[in-house]
């Protein structure tokens, strides 16, 4: 990237401001340039520049000083939290937030892990690429059962665009006509391993509605020319991807959106600005600018623009709402609802099970594929369902053969025992719940009274909890995956129910929802607030429920359809 992208001072008034730079912040960067607007990205963090930037790629463990394995020292003092997450590994660090300079507070009895990675490109650069469309099953269960609001859309108003960032960001998978889970366009799959497809034929079987498929994801199994043109080619299927990829093989905004953006002359950056608040004007009821604080040497400035996205993340958007106070917003910017930071939800990954399957000697996997197979909500329905609990989950997992690492609890010595710990081990199985959360008002962040971070900016407070309707489900997903290992003839199964706090699986959604009805929601249908019309939200904190899906392709969806709306706005001059 030219060193002229960047900013630090601007008196220009742009056309479009984007807080973030991850999956919704590049979307909007983009679409905002290629329709010709003069747009700002601001982001918290350091710049990231693809390839050069990505210190960890290619580094073997064995070549890695620590084995890969954060000194726990370091751990303790700056990544308690980060180092939950899966991706965290001394090859990765240096993507996560520091504990110690993003502190939050949580309530009594309350847990959330909250991951963050700030830096240019977000967690885009983290994330782990599943990419599925929500259903009008997702998208009226609110509506069918009564927890939460109605999502003010169906699956129409989105099909369109979920084709349109599939076919840019390229996703593999394969075409099922499930009703639960619509198709999308595709990539070709990656391939099944021989034990998966005797799996897949059990599971299909034996349990009428069920399908076992292979994971949908940003990768780039067979680039089109579209990608090509991007400079990225081919997967490799080297599965390290959280280190950054050079080949740009898997859809992030430094692979993607950031060079599309960038190429239009319309973009400038502006890092190491930490979003205060947003600048409120009483007379013309709009926001005007942005308040940020230098990430370094901690002084202030401001931006300016006509159009404001927020694109920081669930939480991250939420903080700077709650911290925008005004004689007409004395409660957060935008929240005459008063759901502002209301109805938090993350999706439950506590529950799962696995086991050795016999036989396939014969058989193994060329490379390290990126992805696994996924076993779609089969209890998408109230009345396919007969059970204590609303909503359902999806199961992913996959197979693999025991390799010496996997084996290094063995007890042995000498020649033989090398030997067998050269050779390929035992095929395993797993299935791992991916269960939705209800929409619950009590489960909520709010601005701590008294405590901030180094910045000055109030810390969050975060009061978020399982219910029993998460318990009953994960109790109930582990039986079902034991039922359907046992079928496929596994043996030494064993399941699993934990208590892993919401949080941990990245997918935090819900704080400042979309609705038709003003006093019940903070944003419209084209996540444009109610109160101020220039003002978008297109993260997950526009969501009404958390579905069972990932929700990072409908990230996308959302947010190139609201600029698409909000473009259409301005030209016509109501914004």
Known sequence: MSEDLYIKESSQVFDAIVIGSGITGGW???EFCERGFKTLMIERGRIVEHRKDYIGEGKPTWEQPTRAVVDNLLVQQQYKVQQECYAFTDATKHFFGNDRDLPYNTAKDSTFSWIRANQLGGKSLLWHRQSYRLSDHDLQANKLDGYGNDWPIRYKDLASWYSY???HAGISGSAEGLEQLPDSEYLPPFEMTVPELAIKASIEKNFPGRKMIMGRTAHLTKPTELHLSQGRVQCQARNECQKGCSFGAYFSTQSST???????????????SVVHSLIYDESSQRVKGVRVIDNDDLSER????????????????TQIMLNSKSKSFPDGI?????VLGHYLMDHNYNAGASGDVPGYEDEYYRGRRPSGIYVPNFQYEPKRASKKYLRGYAFSGGAHREDWIDRTHLDGFGEEFKRTLSQAGTWKFGLNANGEMLPRYENQVALHATLKDKWGIPQLDINCRWSDNENLMMEDAALEAEKMLKKAGLENISSYVTQRPPGIAIHEVGTARMGSDPATS??????QCHDIDNLFVTDGASFCSSAWQNPS????ALTVRAVDYAAR???QGRI
Do not use: D, R, W
């Not at 935008?334 to 008063?338: E, L, T």
């Not at 903070?522 to 996540?527: E, R």
């Not at 392709?553 to 996308?556: A, D, E, N, Q, S």
């Open 28 to 30: 909007a960067a983009k």
């Open 165 to 167: 960032v599939e076919i």
């Open 258 to 272: 950031l060079p599309a953006a960038a190429k239009t002359g319309n973009l400038h950056i502006a890092p190491n």
């Open 302 to 317: 401001e931006y300016y623009g006509k159009v404001i996205f927020l694109c920081a993340s669930t939480l991250g958007s």
């Open 334 to 338: 935008a929240n005459s609802s008063g």
């Open 522 to 527: 903070v944003l419209n249908p084209y996540n």
């Open 553 to 556: 392709l409908t990230f996308m």
């Open 569 to 571: 706005e301005m030209q």
